[in-house]
């Protein structure tokens, strides 16, 4: 059994400016003055802090905006979310039309920092230009105000080609830049007002820092779908490998933003995932939530998400066989390989900073459990396998899931779900 099992239940080019003296910035400080939790340094050296606590300036920028208001999408109050409060360190805004060809020709920031996607703010107003401030909002709450830098057109179909590998419209995030985003993109600063309110409480990169243990190493397993049996034997058993030290913890840190169509909503999601978290209760899992929108990018996704959980602190990241990756929509044929992304995260490893956990292909037998693949294979193991479909349709059912597969308390959120 695996050690952490045991007795355990199944720059850009603008200086980020230092605003106000609450909890979030005083954590910020905390982090970068002295070793507080968490001692990965973030992307770029610094975490980004562009909420504004001074009321009377708050008050002179939404003035500032004369009415002008975006109402955010749920994929664009993700973005504005984690700008604010630096998961996307070093940006403090979306990015002008320099930022956004260097990284979607290159995967760099002008600087020469590698960033995995482009980050940018979409409209077809014609009447928001440069030298304007707007008022970005979401289901009514004002988040944040944006002053207006630049506006441009952007190369779609080069963004796609390079950025998702394919200018296929069966490809969804190709569906979502050229069919939900508008026509013309926006650079410009962030002021940070409020953080949305959600279901899911999504703790910043300063908090998450604070909570984790200091001088160790953290191991960030990032899903988008309910943990299941396998996948808890895969993020613990992580904490075993060769370049991951004795006091190793694991950050589970799903997305709970937006992601493919035909995926369980993030709240439903959380639900589970908080369930199981009181089940299981293991002192070397700790959780969090990310209010990311997937884009199902495969290669440049994975980057994309080592850059924000180094920013929240983790030294590791688990890469998973396929990971976000996508079919398409009309043939079902993968858009990536395998290992393309793995491939791409060993290659760039060294220079983000953070180490590559391969995931760790787990099999149940019906002999010893959850094995790898690999002894199930050398001692002639009988494998039990039940796919992500036939569990969905089980799940309608009203059938039976087999324990080995699920935890009952995720299964039971579900059927309410």
């Known amino acids: 059994m695996s050690r952490c099992l045991a007795g355990v239940a199944p720059s850009s080019r603008r200086d980020v400016e230092t605003r106000g003296s609450f909890c979030f910035s005083s954590l910020v400080a905390e982090v970068a003055t002295r070793e507080v939790g968490a001692t990965a340094a973030p992307h770029g050296g610094k975490l980004s802090d562009l909420m504004v606590t001074d009321e009377a300036e708050r008050k002179a920028l939404v003035a500032a905006c004369e009415g002008r208001v975006i109402e955010l999408s749920d994929r ?30 290159t995967m760099r920031l002008p600087s020469g920092l590698l960033f995995g996607l482009p980050v940018v703010m979409d409209t077809d107003d014609a009447s928001l230009a440069p030298g304007t401030k707007v008022l970005l909002t979401y289901n009514g709450q004002d988040l944040a105000v944006m002053e207006i830098e630049s506006t441009y057109k952007p190369n779609k179909p080069l ?89 190793g913890v694991v950050l589970v840190h799903p997305t709970c933003g937006p992601t493919q169509d035909d995926d369980i909503p993030g709240v439903v999601r959380y639900r589970t ?64 390989g395998a290992y393309d992304a793995q491939d791409l995260a060993k290659e760039m490893s060294e220079e983000l900073g953070v180490k590559t956990v391969p995931s760790l292909n787990i099999v149940y037998t019906e002999e010893e459990g959850y094995v790898t693949a690999d002894v199930a294979s050398d001692k002639g193991l009988s494998i039990k396998k039940l796919s992500g479909t036939k569990f969905r349709q089980m799940l309608r059912a009203g059938e039976d899931i087999p324990e080995w597969f699920a935890f009952k308390s995720v299964v039971k959120v579900l059927r309410r779900g």
């Open 76 to 105: 664009n109050a993700c973005d504005v979310e984690l700008l604010m409060v630096g998961g996307f360190s070093p940006l403090d805004g979306f990015m002008n039309e320099e930022e956004y060809k260097s990284v979607v020709e």
């Open 159 to 247: 963004e796609a080609k390079r950025c998702y590998g394919t200018s296929s419209l069966e490809h969804p995030g190709v569906q979502m830049i050229s069919m939900e985003r508008g026509g013309t993109y926006m650079g410009g600063k962030i002021f940070g007002l409020e953080k949305p309110a959600r279901v899911f409480p999504c703790k910043t990169p300063a908090e998450v820092r604070a909570m984790l243990p200091a001088n160790a190493d953290v191991v960030a397993f990032q899903c988008r779908n309910p943990v299941h049996k396998a996948h808890y034997e895969l993020f613990t058993r992580a904490l075993d490998a060769d370049n991951v030290g004795e006091d």
């Open 273 to 336: 995932y908080e369930v199981l978290k009181e089940e299981t209760a293991d002192p070397k899992v700790h959780w969090a939530y990310l209010p990311y929108s997937m884009h199902m990018a495969g290669p440049r996704e994975a980057i994309q998400h080592m850059i924000i959980r180094k920013n929240y602190g983790c030294t590791h990241f688990i890469i998973g066989r396929d990971m976000a990756g996508s079919k398409s929509c009309l043939d079902g044929e993968d858009f990536y």
